[in-house]
Structure formats: C-alpha cells, structure tokens
C-alpha cells in the first residue's frame, strides 16, 4: 500500500517542500511505527526545509541543521534513510553535495552517519550554527577560535561515524592551505581530541595559532592528541616534518617520534637541515 503526491507543494510556518513524495507502508497500523514500518521515497526540488516541523514525529531532531534548502532524493524509512543530495544549502554560507545514509533515528547517541562527500564548503560558524542532540536537549557545537582562522573550507570525501566520535576521510582545503586527512574526532563539552593520519605540503601553521613566531609548515605525521590552543595542546607525534618556519627561518627534514603538552616537548627529533644538523 502507499500514499503519493506525484506534484508536490507542502506548505507550513516554517517549510516550502516541492516534488515528489511518496509513503509505502502494509497497513495503517504502521504509521504506530512511523520511524520503521513506513518507507519513504521523495525527490525534492529547490526544497526550504526546517527541522522544526520534523520535530513533530522526533523532538529531538529539533534545531539540528535549520534552516536549509535542498534538491535530491530522498529514500528509506526515517530510522534508515539514504539520499542522494544534488545540494543542500545549510547555515548561513554551508553546502553540501554527495551521498548520505543516516541509521538510527529517533535516538540521538544511536545516529551512525556515513556520508560521501563530493563537495562539503563551509565555515566554523556554520557548523557552530548546527546542535548535537542529546537525550535531554540540544547541544550547541562550540569550536576552538583556532578553526575560525581557516576562513573558507571545502572538503571532499567521506565521513564516518557518530555526531560526537567519527572518521573524516579526504582533502580539505582551505584559505591557509590544504590538509589530507584520515583522522578520527571526538568532541565532548569543552573538549575536542583526535588521532590519525595529517599532511600537507604547506599549511599557514602561524595564522591559524596567531603566533608571530610560526610560518608555513609541510608534515606527514601519525598523531594523536587533545586541543588547539598552544598552551593547553597536548599531542603524540610521529613522522616527518619537510619544512617548520619558526622566527623567521625555515627549518627543514625533521623527523619527529615524541609528544607535546603545553609547549613542552618530549621525544626523539632529528634535524638534517642544510645549515644545521641534530641527532
């Protein structure tokens, strides 16, 4: 059995969806079971979506990505749902475009995310624009100030996880350089830590710190750690560092096996720069 719209325009308060639409489900009971036992199919055109009026079947789904517009199909039950996104606009500047499949709603620490991304351009504040949800309510996304200083940022590839622990796969590229990522994120109150592969051939290491005394940095590092900041950075280290600018000089071929925790360093670190060497 289904229920279609094969020209829709649904209007509310708060949306304007158009398209396609579609719900197949065996009989009326299964709308008792909404998030499992009704499949749905949709292709959206040029949609304003706003999760406010999603929250009716979830609540916690409530102020999670609004407002936002989008084009792309839309398939699956809501505790299983897949789309493939021709684009979504999110956030004030967000966009993304690619394949999504979202597992485990209604319940907010059971939502696994796999996502490909052909195209993901935003901004810190986008994302801190966005709330994790929680049993209880809706957590803002708070991100250290340092990120702000990456401008711009579009990011290809693909994203794997929960909302609060996940794995970024991919290129990032952004107004101080671009990073090659494999790296594993967890975010908490107050906290973010990660661990995993980084690289990149050139990177504006100085500007996203707001040190003086930092310039570009190349590395391809193995690394595990917790913050930002320089003085609260606490960060295991292994690999090799091309090029570091510090004061003004560009120190080259370090190889790194040891960690840092609040500018203090421990660990082996080799140096086999042209003017200087250390073992």
Partial sequence: KSIECNALQLVTNRSVVEGRYAMHYDDFSSFSEFFTEVTLDARLENSDVNFTDIAYFSRYVNGILT????????????????????????????????????????????????????????????????????????IRISLPSQLHNMGNMVFEGSYVGFISDFVVFGTLKSQLGTLETDVNIKTGEDKISYSGHLSTKSFQLGKMLESSALGNIALDLNLAGSEFAIDRVKVKAKGKVAQFDVLGYSYRNITIDGGIDKEIFEGNLSLKDPNLILD
């Fill in 67 to 138: 407002p936002m517009k989008i084009s792309g199909n839309v398939y699956g039950t809501l505790a299983d749902l897949r789309g493939d996104i021709d684009y979504l606009e999110f956030s004030r500047s967000g966009f993304f475009s690619g394949k999504v499949r979202i597992k485990g709603l209604p319940d907010p620490q059971a939502m696994l995310i796999n996502a490909k991304a052909y195209q993901l351009a935003f901004t810190a504040t986008d994302f801190e624009m966005l709330s994790i949800p929680t049993s209880e309510n809706a």
